[in-house]
């Protein structure tokens, strides 16, 4: 059952219970004490306020969670999008300026996907439980050759593989698709851990006036 339609139940539960109440001689027991109608309607309210300020926080969490799952897959589309090209340039021959103008482009997606002021790609942040990658040029498509770690900044001028068409250069940037290719299934996978619903404690302040 969705949030709306627990909300949206409220009227026809507190009019039952009431009704309920009405029937049973306008009293209940409660704590070995009797309480009027009028008071047991006011602790159903309250209960039901209560669990609707509860609903309205998970909407609230569900919603942020969703704008930046959005948002990490938005940047790391593009990255992958990018890396694609760096592939295309690397298998072919491309200019080593042309190399270096996309791997810029990478850094630039990769510094700008936000959400709400905190970066999302810088190796820190996690969203739905996905560990999201940093996925600036210089910590992608990590590989280890010889006791050696690459990385696709490596293809860069001036890195240590800067005009390379061979196939480690194609392994790094393949090891880049992949990185960025599993961040993405994992955020489109997972889902949003549930908040805290109040539910059973609405149930227990309905039963008080049972």
Do not use: W
């Not at 590989?143 to 696709?152: G, S």
């Not at 992949?178 to 805290?196: E, N």
Request: proline share 1%; aromatic share 2%; charged share 25%.
């Amino acid at each position: 059952m969705g949030v709306s339609e627990l909300s949206g139940g409220r009227g026809g539960v507190r009019s039952a219970r009431i009704a309920q109440l009405a029937r049973d001689g306008a009293t209940a027991a409660r704590g070995g004490r009797t309480i009027s109608a009028t008071d047991a309607a006011r602790t159903v309210d309250r209960a039901h306020d209560r669990a609707d300020i509860d609903f309205a926080r998970a909407d609230a969490f569900a919603t942020a969670d969703a704008d930046r799952a959005r948002a990490a897959d938005a940047g790391l589309g593009a990255i992958g999008g990018l890396l694609g090209e760096v592939r295309q340039l690397v298998t072919e021959g491309g200019r080593q300026t042309e190399v270096d103008a996309v791997l810029a482009d990478v850094d630039r997606v990769a510094a700008s996907a936000t959400h709400a002021g905190a970066k999302l790609l810088d190796g820190t942040a996690a969203v739905r439980g996905v560990a999201l990658p940093a996925a600036d040029a210089a910590r992608l498509g990590t590989v280890r050759r010889n006791d050696q770690t690459y990385h696709v900044g490596d293809l860069r001028c001036g890195g240590t593989l800067a005009g390379a068409t061979d196939g480690l250069a194609t392994e790094v940037v393949d090891t880049a698709v992949g990185q960025v290719a599993r961040a993405r299934a994992a955020l489109g996978t997972s889902r949003p851990a549930r908040p805290h619903s109040s539910t059973s404690a609405l149930g227990s302040q309905l039963n008080l006036v049972a």
